[in-house]
Antibody, heavy 122, light 110 residues
């Protein structure tokens, strides 16, 4: 059974860089037909897509993040990561990682990790 | 403001039926499959409907999905108090090369 687990610092200071890792278990991150995605949810608000990453390194990003986001994959550890620089209080959110089927494969996100709360505060 | 438009809230009595709409455009809903997600309070979203109208294993047939043109609809029959949650539609936007979520709809079972 495929499972995803986010890990991160919990608290980051304004202007610093946020770093999160998603560990995939139960299947290889090299599986075809799937992207690996980061999604966040500010407190009391809706879901916001951050970006999608293929195991080859091909990426798509939410342009609203203004190039602050960088995603990478470590196939040897079956993990993928997110870095978000120059964070502000507006980046405070629960961050989820998930598997995203490609458009050809059905275009859905499942499963999701349990989420990790990231607070930006001095 | 989301590219996919959902009503902020819907409500109905236990046992009744409710529908939640998701309106988009030709480059997202009109061009790609739509999926729906249920987020119970304090939990991660869960896939409810995929490829417009298919249910993952374990999802009861009280939940259904449909798509027509640039709009999609989630239907829930036989409402239960346990269905109270936030529901999101999602799809890929081919023009923007970006994943889109609707703004979410809060279902209240009165």
């Amino acid at each position: 059974q495929l499972q995803l687990q986010e890990s991160g610092p919990g608290l980051v200071k304004p202007s610093e860089t946020l770093s999160l890792t998603c560990t995939v278990s139960g299947d290889s991150i090299n599986s075809g037909n799937y992207y690996w995605v980061w999604i966040r949810q500010p407190p009391g608000k809706g879901l916001e897509w951050i970006g999608s990453l293929f195991y080859t390194g091909n990426t798509y990003y939410n342009t609203s993040l203004k190039s602050r986001a960088t995603m990478s994959v470590d196939t040897s550890r079956n993990q993928f990561s997110l870095k978000l620089n120059s964070v502000t209080a507006a980046d405070t959110a629960v961050y989820y990682c998930a598997r995203q089927a490609t458009v050809i494969a059905g275009n859905w996100c499942d499963p999701w990790g349990q989420g990790t709360l990231l607070t930006v505060s001095s | 403001q989301s590219v996919l438009t959902q009503p902020p809230s819907v409500s109905a009595a236990p046992g009744q039926k409710v529908t939640i709409s998701c309106s988009g455009s030709s480059s997202n809903i009109g061009d790609n499959y739509v999926s729906w997600y249920q987020q119970l309070p304090g939990t991660a979203p869960k896939l409810l409907i995929y490829e417009n109208n298919k249910r993952p294993s374990g999802i009861p047939d009280r939940f259904s999905g449909s798509k027509s043109g640039t709009s999609a609809t989630l239907g829930i029959t036989g409402l239960q108090t346990g269905d109270e949650a936030d529901y999101y539609c999602g799809t890929w936007d081919s023009r923007l090369s970006a994943w889109m979520f609707g703004g979410g709809t809060r279902l209240t079972v009165l």
